[in-house]
Structure formats: C-alpha cells, structure tokens
C-alpha cells in the first residue's frame, strides 16, 4: 500500500455524470440485483474513489433499489491510493460543492445538515468500506479486490501511462465475477484492449463486460499489450466489402460507436438507411447515438420510428421508456415497460435481448418487479 498522496486532482462529486448514474440505476444495479437475488451477494468497488462520493452515490442507490436487504451480503467497496482523501470518505462530510449534481430532494434525504457541511446518513456510511491501495501495484485480484458484479474506475485511468491503462484494465477484468461490468469515464479505455471484456452500447454510454474465463494466473509482462497506436493510425473496424449491404453496415456502424467514434458511427448509419430506408435497426442505433449527444427530442422521435417499424423492438421500448422516466412521465414510461415485459415473456426463455446481452427469462424478472 501506498501512503503518500499523489499530486493530483481528486475531483469528484456525488452522482458525477447523470447519464452513467441513469444507466446504474435503470439498468445495471437492476440487473445485477436480480442475477443476485438467489444468492443474495452484491459486490460493487468504486476503484479510485477520492473522498468517497462515487461509493456512497452507488450505496444510495442501492438502499433506493433494494430497500429490504436483510439476509444479504453487500459489499460496497471504495479504494484509493491518497490516504487524505480516504480519511474524508470515512467521515461522510461534504460541502455544498460535492452536491452541484445530486437533486435536492436526495440531498435532504441522505444527509443532515451539521454548520456548514452535510453528514450522510449513519446507516448509508456504514454501508461502504474504504481500503488504500494503489491500483497499478496492488497484485489483484485477491482478498476483498476480487468476484466483483460492477466496478467503478472513473476519471482515473486519465492519470496512468499507456501500458499501465492496460495492466490495470487486465486487472479489473480479472477481479470481476463472469458477467459483471465495469464502468470508466467515457473514453478512458478507447485504443486499449482488455482480456475477457467486451464492450456494450447502451444510450447513456459505454460499459464493458466480463465474457469469459480469464485465467487466473496471467504473467503480468502478458498482461500488459504494446502501447496503443495513437488514435489516427489504431486499426479500422473491420474493412467494409466493396458494396456492403444495409446490415453489414449496420454492424461496422455499432462497432464505432462501442469505440466512442459517434460521428463516423452517426454517417455509416446513414448510409445502411440509404440502402434499406425501412430497417428498424438503424434507427435503434440513431436513436443511441441522439442519446449520447443530449438531443432527447430526437431520440425520441427515432425511437418512435423504430417502434413503427419493428414494434417488437424491446429494447426501443426500454429506451423510449427510460426517456419519459428522465421526463417524469412516468405512466408513458410504464405502459412502454408492461409492453416490453408482454414481448419478452412471449419469446423462449433463453433468448437473448439485444443490446443488452440479457437472457429473456433475466429480463423478463427485472420487468415483472
Ligand atoms: C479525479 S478522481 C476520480 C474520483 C471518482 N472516481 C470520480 O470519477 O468522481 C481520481 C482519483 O484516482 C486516484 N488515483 C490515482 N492514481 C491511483 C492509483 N494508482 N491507485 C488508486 N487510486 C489512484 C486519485 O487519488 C484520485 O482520488
């Protein structure tokens, strides 16, 4: 473990980025919970935690999700190497400044004010441990760093060299249990390749899943991959055939945006809907990248059109659904879940949800709560 503070920008906030913290809440910890729910374990690490907003922003959101927890074995892990920032995480005190993103109704719930901080809720903060160490020389996965459902690395990559951004995505993917994910800022990872993690679109972002097995025992010189080509000359998405058809496109469309290129992404659409006008898929992918942009009315509108077009789209209605929670429309939003939990129960219990990557049957839970 590290006992000196680095030199550098501990910056952080509660519930830092809306459209990540949707994700968490709307889908992710949802999921996750329910994959749980028999085992009745939840373990989620907020790697590079600062002074503990990001931890406590996941804890909130489990006491939101899960209010009755009895019987279960939550871990909410934080971790940093600057021990001054985890001795703040540990206090649970914040100045107005940690808030400048949280609503205010969660604020007055979660906190009490004390002079001119805000102390968290004592049975919030007891839901978080904190532990030092330095990510890219702690030899994890081991002891609590390891079988994680979702880890939080955000805004720290930023800080590391090209060929430990890899050891420590190496490492991350490693300490996750099959299936779980990881979220980092939003193009921290571009240009690195990761053992076992694949990434997955959803409209507020990129996330990054654990696929397979990774053995156990990777030598860490294997560990680290030649440093990134700088990104101008990293390797195109696979070479497009002369005259590609609508679908061909489509996918090389999806492969940008899983990269974080939205413009290249947003123009290879377009060009699939010049060869197939009526196909749903790319305005599904629009209607992703619309998100990402911030253009919600548009969003909208495409989603409506992929409804049109393929109405048993499931994942345009969770999108459109999603899109009038953000509104507060919330009998639209459910009428549009009731109609994709209809689809989802009508298909064999196997198959699986695209883009989530989601069995029906598991879908089919989440929806049903
Ligand atoms: C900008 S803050 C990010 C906080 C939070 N994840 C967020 O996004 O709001 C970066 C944090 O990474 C931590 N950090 C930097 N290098 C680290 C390392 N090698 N191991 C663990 N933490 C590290 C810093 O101490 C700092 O608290």
Redesign the pocket.
């Known amino acids: 473990m590290n006992d000196t503070a680095?030199r550098?920008?501990?910056?952080?906030?509660f519930f830092?980025d809306h459209g990540q913290f949707d994700l968490l809440r709307l889908r992710l910890l949802p999921l996750l919970i329910e994959r749980r729910r028999s085992a009745r374990t939840l373990r989620l690490w907020?790697?590079?935690?600062?002074s503990g907003?990001?931890a406590y922003s996941l804890a909130m959101l489990v006491d939101m999700l899960l209010p009755e927890r009895d019987g279960w074995d939550i871990l909410i892990l934080g971790?940093?190497?600057?021990q001054t920032?985890l001795e703040k995480a540990r206090r649970g005190r914040y100045g107005q400044w940690s808030f400048r993103m949280a609503a205010p109704t969660l604020q007055q719930h979660y906190f009490r004010r004390k002079g001119d901080e805000w102390a968290l809720e004592e049975h919030i903060r007891r839901m978080v441990t904190f532990r030092a160490?330095?990510?890219?020389g702690e030899p994890f996965p081991n002891g609590e760093w390891q079988d994680m459902d979702l880890i939080?690395c955000?805004?720290?990559f930023i800080?590391f060299a090209a060929d430990a951004v890899t050891a420590v995505a190496n490492k991350l993917a490693a300490a996750l249990s099959e299936g779980g994910y990881l979220m980092t800022?939003h193009t921290e990872l571009i240009g690195h390749r990761a053992q076992g993690l694949q990434s997955r679109l959803f409209a507020e972002g990129v996330v990054y899943q654990r696929v397979a097995p990774i053995p156990t025992e990777i030598p860490l010189v294997a560990r680290i991959a030649p440093p990134p080509p700088a990104v101008a000359q990293r390797a195109p998405c696979a070479p497009l055939p002369a005259t590609p058809s609508g679908e061909e496109l489509l996918t090389t469309a999806r492969k940008f945006a899983d990269r974080a290129e939205y413009d290249r992404a947003e123009q290879i659409c377009r060009q699939a809907l010049a060869i197939a006008p009526l196909a749903a898929g790319p305005h599904f992918l629009l209607a992703q990248l619309a998100q990402l942009r911030g253009d919600f009315e548009r969003a909208g509108e495409l989603l409506d059109k992929t409804l049109y077009l393929d109405p048993r789209h499931v994942a345009a209605y969770l999108e459109q659904a999603a899109l009038c929670e953000r509104a507060e429309n919330l009998p639209r939003a459910q009428t549009l879940r009731r109609a994709a939990l209809e689809i989802v129960r009508a298909l064999p219990g196997d198959a699986v949800i695209e883009p989530y990557e989601t069995s029906a049957a598991e879908m089919a839970q989440w929806l049903a709560q």
């Open positions: 680095p550098i920008s501990g910056e952080t906030y830092r907020s790697a590079g935690c600062a907003e990001e971790s940093d190497i600057n920032a160490g330095d990510l890219i939080l955000r805004n720290v800080y800022g």
